[in-house]
């Protein structure tokens, strides 16, 4: 049987300024998943001027950064895991990219801080009080989420398809993401969309 090609509708653009209840959530934009890093993403790196210029000009009332923050020692990490050590709490690595430009108010949610944790869902993450992520994006009023960053196809992924399921709007902001395998990423769009996420556009 013939399957029909994944069609979708033209990506959306964020009004400007952004609405209230309409916040931007960045998914690991850290040394370390950029250029010279333990875990380099390809093009990680160009997601940087696509975010400064989107928080510039949509000013959202809430921004959001999840950050791995992984113990020195952990199952994610090979021999018994998939990656090379990276984002190690307190390294430089772990260290947002130094380029990218968050408002001073932002709520940075730490993620993977357990030996057993892999940590790729945003949502598994704590802010500096101890606060679960949806527990906080419901008490700051956010119903729709601009979401994007490194790497698409692991914890971009991981992170859109847990906002589907707790019930967030979610805009795949596709600029400003990067994956690590081509295939992989094209997948994770792919099942998003179909979980009802909705592709976004910056220029
Ligand atoms: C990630 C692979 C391993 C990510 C984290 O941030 O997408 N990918 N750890």
Same mark, same amino acid.
């Given at each position: 049987?013939?399957?029909?090609?994944?069609?979708s509708?033209?990506?959306?653009l964020p009004?400007t300024p952004?609405?209230?209840?309409?916040?931007?959530?960045?998914? @690991?934009?850290q040394?370390?998943?950029?250029s010279g890093? &333990?875990?380099a993403?390809p093009?990680?790196?160009?997601v940087v001027?696509?975010?400064n210029?989107?928080?510039?000009?949509?000013?959202?009332?809430h921004?959001?950064?999840? $950050?791995?923050?992984?113990?020195a020692?952990?199952?994610?990490?090979?021999p018994?895991g998939?990656?090379?050590?990276?984002?190690?709490?307190?390294?430089? *690595?772990?260290?947002f990219?130094p $380029?990218l430009?968050?408002?001073?108010?932002?709520?940075?949610?730490?993620?993977?801080?357990?030996? +057993?944790? +892999?940590g790729? @869902?945003g949502?598994?993450g704590? @802010?500096e009080?101890g606060a679960?992520?949806?527990?906080r994006?419901?008490q700051?009023?956010?119903?729709? #989420?601009w979401i994007g960053?490194? &790497?698409?196809?692991?914890?971009? $992924?991981a992170t859109a398809?847990?906002?589907l399921?707790? *019930?967030f709007?979610?805009?795949? #902001?596709?600029?400003?993401?990067?994956g690590?395998?081509?295939?992989?990423?094209?997948q994770?769009l792919?099942?998003l969309?179909?979980? *009802? &996420?909705?592709l *976004?556009h910056?220029?």
């Open positions: 049987m013939e399957t029909m090609a994944f069609t509708p033209p990506p959306v009004a952004l609405p209230s209840g309409e916040a931007a959530l960045i998914v @690991d934009v040394r370390d998943f950029c890093g &333990a875990l993403v093009e990680g790196d160009a001027p696509v975010w210029a989107f928080l510039e000009r949509s000013r959202p009332q921004v959001y950064a999840t $950050r791995d923050w992984h113990p020692q952990s199952r994610h990490f090979l018994i998939a990656w090379p050590a990276h984002c190690v709490a307190g390294t430089s *690595g772990a260290e990219h $380029r430009r968050l408002p001073p108010s932002t709520v940075i949610f730490s993620k993977g801080t357990g030996v +057993e944790e +892999e790729y @869902d949502f598994e704590r @802010d009080q679960q992520v949806a527990e994006l419901r700051d009023g956010v119903r729709r #989420l960053g490194l &790497a698409t196809d692991y914890c971009v $992924r398809a847990s906002a399921k707790l *019930g709007e979610v805009v795949l #902001l596709l600029p400003a993401m990067r690590i395998d081509a295939e992989g990423s094209r994770a792919e099942d969309q179909r979980g *009802g &996420a909705i *976004g910056w220029s």
